[in-house]
């Protein structure tokens, strides 16, 4: 501090000069005996003080600085609301412990009710960095400086030993030797609100309700706040020569680790640019006329941070995010808080998902030469290239790259076909956008291999990956845009880094009564190769909701029934790791007392299952997915042009990725998911029904492999364009190879929509009665009364002895779902991509699958637990059929017991759009573990 205000804060320490005299208003009387100590690892201050008139500490703050950092460690006036969120009433009930969750101030509220008294404040020093620190109590009348003390350099941390182990059929997360539950908490406040008390206060929230794993985020991206002022990130910083500065990330760690001192933070760091990086190197949007905005980037945030990240083509980012990565492990590895951080979850560059992860129209100059380089691979010469492009003018130097009115281009109704110039030309540039993304992981990935050993031992870690083959113009949609390939970049069983897939809750299962329906679900095949899976679920509380206008969980019942039908789904059923992650700053969970009791809840039963064993693999249904084959459909079966919007009614990516799983999951069986690369895996043989949603790429292993366990047995759903792409182009006969079909098409757009008609009688009887199929659904996340119906080219099944009819599209002799018998096995397709549950049900029959529920309710089961969501006017008596009988049946949210013994079913009356879930394990022991305290047998 310097000038008058310095002198007036020694006078002040010294209770000589009040502040009248230099011109401030209102005068203090008397300040005695300011002082700081340190003692057993406590920092302690106060002071002595009588007022003569006036409140000169109104808002008064405790602050503590080194080296020009300013940390704030006492409750603030712009800090939490002081009305309830839900009821919009005053809440004056919080106490001093509540609004200061560091236990750092006793009296400082008190200040401007009394004439006199004694300030007093005590906090921990165990994650103060070494150095010397001042103490102050500052107003807008006066300051006060306490004191100042000296931290000792503190012995290196011991690091957090991370390790996965596989337990058969589930995975067990451990950390310094004991089995801890994957189950983390982010506060969204950390990153918008680093130095407000409030985000503080929330946080402690959190951890009183028992959350032991936080995902704070570290990021560079400037926010505003509700006034539109600049927010001051917490991320890494720079100093003027350049050397990166890591005093904001220090604080914000040093507090999250003061508050939540047996906690464990999995940082979600955010890789910032340096000031001096090169202009020519960063991600650069089209310029071209014909390129919409909105398609110029993976991400559409209107926010400038994301529009000037690194390219991908970027040659000092390799070096320069590589040597970062491995400052930030060794600056942490050093910090006190060190022993706290169990892993790096890295989103990216610049903005989250941005930079080193690329913007989808990134015409940065060197990608342009790069995009040439890997056309010289492909093509022996420019004759080579201009043939196959039907370009005759097209050169090494300078070759084009497809924008928005080109990526949707198809030649065979929806399908790109390699052989035509255009089609070519769009899956050459998208076969080139995954190399540089692929690049960028594989140095974040080496970079976490080297430096793990130095740190962590085995720390749990990951990164973000927005899929070059998910975009909303390459189709794909953002549906399946965070996914790691397991296979490709993790499957080094003796690496230090233990990573997980990460997964989102999709946005459009917000309404209650909904599914539990994510992204990247490959629970399996994560299984497989020992790694979690860790699933963000973005379920936002019912005043965010209303604040948002969207459709959601819309009161605080629905609320805790889907953040029950969440933890069932992934750490019950799935046994993976799971992600709660809270819109803090807007309307957080922590004003609302039913959400946090029921988080409380969770974290109570959490531990009981984390290690609990999981015993036989009992789905016999696989889903598989195929991210390889969204590269060769097309968002709309005609080129779109520049300004001209895609209609919903043909969005057959949201058919194909949302509203068939949502009808899975509601046939009342139970499933695992895995990649496509994983179907060749032994432990598939088992499997009784295969679904291929989207597996329009079929090469000649994929179908031998196929057409082997259907002669064996299995019966293998199709639809769509199922094979209809080889290695050699895109034709009706590669369909046919895979269907053993014979297939048409017709010859304009048509509603995909076809009645049920089964002759046959074992499929009339597994099916059920003749009705309407197809895209009846209401628009998943709308307000939307009427169904929606795809119109498309339509794909149909030329009649034959061998093959079965089981649909006609309406007003029409064409097939539209078939079936054929082969060997002891079925193969069915159906043209039509969307179906009710009552469909795979059917199929679930016809393969000998067992059958959980007849009702549509979404049903999710192991050999140990199944639950239950009932939908959305659903309520009343509800029958799950177990697959062997048990006893000692436990509904574990509720503690409660389903009396008897060897039952073979349970009967419960369920409300509509209720969580319940069951333990049918057997296990007394388990099951008395599980019961509430009144419901245990004496």
Same mark, same amino acid.
């Given at each position: 501090m310097t000038g008058v205000r310095s002198m007036a804060v020694i006078a002040l320490a010294l209770g000589v000069i009040p502040l009248a005299e230099c011109g401030e208003a209102p005068a203090l009387a008397r300040i005695e005996s300011p002082q700081v100590a340190v003692k057993d690892g406590t920092v302690t201050g106060g002071f002595d003080y009588a007022y003569a008139e006036g409140n000169p500490f109104d808002d008064a703050r405790l602050i503590l600085e080194k080296e020009g950092l300013d940390i704030d460690m006492t409750y603030v006036a712009d800090g939490p609301p002081v009305k309830d969120w839900v009821s919009g009433e005053k809440d004056d009930g919080l106490t001093t412990d509540q609004r200061n969750p560091f236990g750092a101030v006793e009296a400082l509220h008190r200040l401007t009710k009394e004439n006199k008294g004694r300030f007093t404040c005590s906090f921990s020093a165990r994650y103060l960095e070494s150095g010397e620190y001042t103490l102050s109590v500052k107003s807008a009348h006066a300051d006060v400086l306490l004191g100042t003390f000296t931290i000792s350099r503190h012995k290196a941390p011991t690091p957090a030993i991370v390790k996965t182990e596989s337990r058969k059929h589930h995975m067990v997360l451990k950390i310094n030797g004991k089995v801890t539950t994957p189950f983390f908490m982010s506060l969204v406040q950390t990153y918008v609100f680093p130095d407000r008390m409030s985000t503080y206060w929330a946080l402690k929230k959190y951890y009183q309700a028992g959350i032991r794993l936080f995902v704070p985020i570290v990021s560079n991206s400037h926010v505003e706040d509700s006034r539109g002022r600049k927010i001051q990130p917490a991320g890494i910083q720079f100093h003027k020569d350049g050397r990166p500065d890591f005093r904001r990330m220090d604080a914000l760690l040093f507090r999250m680790a003061t508050v939540c001192p047996d906690a464990y933070f999995l940082l979600r760091l955010n890789i910032p640019l340096p000031p001096d990086f090169p202009d020519n190197e960063r991600c650069m949007p089209s310029r071209r006329p014909v390129d919409n905005s909105d398609s110029t980037y993976v991400e559409d945030h209107n926010n400038p941070d994301a529009k000037h990240g690194a390219s991908l083509a970027s040659k000092t980012f390799y070096a320069y995010a590589d040597k970062l990565i491995e400052e930030v492990t060794r600056h942490m590895r050093q910090q006190p808080y060190g022993e706290r951080i169990i892993g790096l979850f890295i989103t990216g560059v610049g903005y989250e998902g941005n930079g080193g992860f690329g913007g989808i129209c990134d015409l940065n100059p060197q990608m342009t030469k790069d995009f040439a380089t890997h056309l010289r691979t492909l093509y022996a010469t420019e004759d080579d290239l201009r043939k196959a492009w039907k370009m005759p003018y097209v050169s090494w130097d300078a070759?084009?790259?497809?924008?928005?009115?080109?990526?949707?281009?198809?030649?065979?109704?929806? /399908?790109?076909?390699?052989?035509?110039?255009?089609?070519?030309?769009?899956?050459?540039?998208?076969?080139?956008?995954?190399? $540089?993304?692929?690049?960028?992981?594989? #140095? /974040?990935?080496?970079?976490?291999?080297?430096?793990?050993? &130095?740190?962590?031992?085995?720390? /749990?870690?990951? *990164?973000?990956?927005? &899929?070059?083959?998910?975009?909303?113009?390459?189709?794909?949609?953002?549906?399946?845009? &965070?996914?790691?390939?397991?296979?490709?970049?993790?499957?080094?069983?003796?690496?230090?880094?233990?990573?997980?897939?990460?997964?989102?809750?999709?946005?459009?299962?917000?309404?209650?009564?909904?599914?539990?329906? *994510? #992204?990247?679900?490959?629970?399996?095949?994560?299984?497989? *190769?020992?790694?979690?899976? =860790?699933?963000?679920?973005?379920?936002?509380? $019912?005043?965010? =909701?209303?604040?948002?206008?969207?459709?959601?969980?819309?009161?605080?019942?629905?609320?805790?029934?889907?953040?029950?039908?969440? /933890?069932?789904?992934?750490? !019950?059923?799935?046994?993976?790791? %799971?992600?709660?992650?809270?819109?803090?700053?807007?309307?957080?969970?922590?004003? !609302?007392?039913?959400? #946090?009791?029921?988080?409380?809840?969770?974290?109570?039963?959490?531990?009981?299952?984390?290690?609990?064993?999981?015993?036989?693999?009992? +789905?016999?249904?696989?889903?598989?997915?195929?991210?390889?084959?969204?590269?060769?459909?097309?968002?709309?079966?005609?080129?779109?042009?520049?300004?001209?919007?895609?209609?919903?009614?043909?969005?057959?990516?949201?058919?194909?990725?949302?509203?068939?799983?949502?009808?899975? %999951?509601?046939?009342?069986?139970?499933?695992?998911?895995?990649?496509?690369?994983?179907?060749? *895996?032994?432990? =598939?043989?088992? +499997?009784?029904?295969?679904?291929?949603?989207?597996?329009?790429?079929?090469?000649?292993?994929?179908?031998?492999? #196929?057409?082997?366990?259907?002669?064996?047995?299995?019966v293998a759903y199709f639809c769509f364009g199922a094979g209809i792409v080889d290695e050699d182009g895109v034709t009706l006969e590669n369909m046919e190879k895979l269907l053993k079909m014979k297939i048409n098409y017709g010859d304009r757009e048509l509603p995909l929509q076809a009645e049920w008609r089964p002759e046959d009688p074992l499929w009339s009887f597994a099916l059920g009665p003749d009705r309407v199929i197809g895209s009846v659904l209401k628009r998943p996340g709308t307000r939307c009364r009427r169904p929606l119906i795809a119109t498309w080219y339509r794909f149909s099944v030329e009649k034959d002895p061998s093959v079965i009819p089981l649909a006609y599209y309406e007003k029409s002799n064409e097939v539209a779902v078939a079936a054929k018998k082969m060997g002891k096995g079925w193969i069915v397709y159906s043209a039509v991509p969307v179906m009710q549950p009552e469909f795979y049900r059917g199929l679930s029959r016809i393969a000998g699958c067992h059958i959980y529920s007849e009702e549509n309710d979404a049903v999710y089961a192991s050999d140990q637990f199944i639950m239950i969501h009932t939908r959305q006017g659903g309520a009343g008596k509800k029958c799950l059929r177990l697959r062997k009988k048990t006893s000692n049946i436990v509904e574990p949210f509720t503690g409660k017991r389903i009396e008897g013994r060897n039952l073979s079913q349970i009967e419960v009356e369920l409300t509509e759009k209720h969580t319940a879930a069951y333990y049918i394990g057997g296990d007394p022991d388990v099951a008395a573990s599980l019961m509430s305290s009144d419901e245990a047998e004496p």
């Open positions: 070759p084009p790259q497809p924008g928005y009115e080109t990526l949707s281009c198809s030649t065979f109704k929806g /399908f790109r076909d390699d052989s035509p110039g255009r089609a070519r030309w769009i899956m050459d540039s998208l076969g080139f956008r995954g190399i $540089p993304g692929r690049r960028v992981r594989k #140095m /974040f990935l080496d970079s976490a291999y080297r430096v793990a050993p &130095n740190w962590w031992y085995r720390g /749990f870690g990951g *990164h973000h990956y927005n &899929n070059h083959w998910g975009l909303p113009t390459g189709g794909g949609g953002g549906y399946s845009k &965070n996914t790691l390939k397991l296979k490709n970049e993790l499957n080094n069983p003796n690496g230090p880094v233990q990573a997980f897939r990460y997964g989102i809750l999709c946005y459009n299962d917000r309404r209650a009564g909904g599914v539990s329906l *994510h #992204m990247d679900q490959a629970w399996e095949t994560a299984r497989l *190769h020992n790694r979690f899976t =860790m699933t963000e679920v973005d379920l936002r509380n $019912p005043t965010y =909701m209303k604040q948002a206008k969207v459709m959601g969980d819309t009161n605080i019942p629905d609320a805790v029934s889907s953040m029950r039908r969440e /933890f069932a789904h992934v750490l !019950m059923i799935g046994r993976q790791a %799971m992600w709660f992650f809270d819109m803090g700053w807007g309307a957080g969970w922590y004003w !609302m007392p039913e959400l #946090m009791d029921e988080l409380g809840n969770l974290s109570r039963l959490a531990p009981k299952i984390a290690d609990l064993p999981q015993g036989k693999d009992t +789905a016999e249904t696989v889903v598989v997915g195929d991210t390889r084959s969204w590269s060769h459909f097309a968002m709309a079966p005609q080129p779109v042009r520049y300004g001209q919007k895609i209609n919903f009614n043909k969005h057959l990516i949201c058919d194909l990725a949302l509203r068939c799983p949502e009808a899975m %999951m509601r046939s009342g069986t139970d499933k695992k998911f895995i990649d496509r690369g994983d179907l060749f *895996h032994s432990s =598939m043989d088992s +499997a009784r029904l295969f679904i291929f949603q989207t597996s329009f790429y079929a090469d000649q292993q994929f179908r031998d492999v #196929m057409h082997e366990r259907v002669r064996k047995g299995a």
